[in-house]
């Protein structure tokens, strides 16, 4: 028998995963170019052309050993002291090689962060709308996920409300800027509230609270939007990055975790980071990708690829008489359903062969989210089933709501 917990993995599996599965069926049956699959952000932005001269230059000039072997569970040194440098220079920071873990990806990321910070019982809070794998990450750990919400009307944090979620069991707080699903990019007086009201309630507590940023979507940004770098604003606030976007590299594995230097028993910190690596059986971040990350760190995808398929869509949605906050970033929109039943809205959608996510999946009901890092081709095909589908619930343009 598996474990129960297992069991209820199992009853609550994916709604993604599940939609993507569920979308390769409908290409079989009615073709690939109509079905309309805006289920999963995987990008289909190609990685910069660069990346493949890279990778050749590496097998070709570097021993298989270095390129396939063992190293230190953060990673390569040079390649740590290559990211810091590029961050410092970025973000006038002053990290070295110390700060930062090479991880599997963000995800890879946060659940080292929480096998080290957690004890069973111990709340990690979030904001709604919010990826829905952080419920798994904390129960991985026997946490508990404490869910806060949000102003539908803009997708702001209500920190009154985070104020009374803390409590003396509160152990961190992920956010996720840009944000999955709703593009929103959290501006720097709300982070410094933020790291404010934080550090507040660790004095009231006596406790120490992290701040988990969690930046997959950093360089997917439109309209030269700035995403303010966390660490300038709380001592405690870890940051676990992914070239899965930035670099459309999802199934290579990378990223990495950068550590604050102020943060509270660092040294202890930087250890136990190392140690999850090995134990939850990552050991360490793929060796080829370190080394390839390395050289193209200046290197992003075409993010105007993205924009372009952006305003189609969005403005199609706003002309049929949806209501979506504009984006700033990221690859998804998430408008309200016409009606409360986000699922029920999600399955009528699948009559017109297209794939849409419920906003309950995220937190957040009444919502759905689009992932539109598809062709141009294919969103510009579907549009008719858009239409169909407004017309199913006499949708009239409304108020764009900014």
């Given at each position: 028998m598996i474990s129960s917990k297992?069991?209820?993995l199992l009853q609550s599996n994916s709604v993604i995963r599940n939609m993507f599965e569920e979308g390769k069926k409908l290409s079989q049956i009615y073709g690939d170019e109509n079905v309309y699959d805006f289920s999963i952000g995987n990008p289909?932005?190609?990685?910069?052309?660069?990346?493949?001269?890279i990778i050749n230059e590496i097998l070709n000039s570097e021993s298989p050993n270095l390129i396939h072997g063992y190293m230190n569970n953060s990673?390569?040194?040079?390649?740590?002291?290559?990211i810091a440098s590029h961050l410092n220079k970025k973000e006038n920071l002053s990290l070295n090689k110390d700060n930062i873990i090479m991880t599997c990806g963000a995800a890879g990321g946060l659940n080292i962060i929480l096998k080290t910070l957690l004890n069973p019982g111990d709340e990690v809070i979030t904001f709604a709308p919010y990826f829905g794998e952080y419920k798994n990450?904390?129960?991985n750990f026997d946490g508990k996920l404490i869910v806060v919400p949000t102003d539908i009307n803009n997708f702001e944090p209500d920190l009154n409300a985070l104020k009374n979620a803390i409590s003396p069991n509160t152990k961190a707080l992920i956010i996720n800027t840009p944000n999955n699903p709703t593009g929103v990019?959290?501006?720097?007086?709300?982070?410094k509230n933020l790291g404010n009201l934080l550090e507040d309630k660790q004095k009231e507590f006596n406790s120490n609270i992290y701040l988990i940023s969690d930046e997959p979507y950093r360089e997917i940004v439109y309209d030269n939007a700035v995403v303010p770098c966390l660490l300038k604003y709380y001592k405690n606030t870890f940051i676990g990055y992914s070239y899965s976007k930035s670099l459309s590299l999802p199934g290579e594995r990378i990223g990495y975790v950068v550590v604050n230097n102020e943060m509270d028993d660092f040294n202890a910190i930087v250890d136990s980071l190392n140690i999850a690596n090995r134990i939850l059986g990552f050991v360490n971040a793929p060796s080829l990708f370190q080394r390839v990350i390395s050289k193209c760190l200046d290197d992003e995808v075409d993010v105007s690829i993205y924009k372009r398929n952006f305003d189609l869509l969005y403005n199609h949605l706003i002309n049929l008489?949806?209501?979506?906050?504009?984006p700033e970033g990221t690859f998804y929109l998430f408008p309200r359903t016409p009606i409360a039943d986000d699922k029920k809205f999600c399955e009528d959608a699948k009559k017109f062969n297209l794939l849409l996510v419920p906003g309950s999946s995220f937190g957040c009901p009444g919502h759905f989210r689009i992932s539109y890092c598809v062709s141009y081709e294919t969103i510009k095909s579907s549009l008719p089933a858009f239409e169909k589908l407004a017309s199913l619930y006499n949708l009239k343009p409304l108020k764009t709501s900014n």
């Open positions: 297992m069991e209820a289909n932005v190609e990685p910069p052309e660069h990346i493949k001269s990673g390569y040194e040079d390649v740590r002291d290559s990450y904390v129960n990019i959290y501006s720097s007086d709300f982070l008489g949806f209501t979506c906050v504009k």
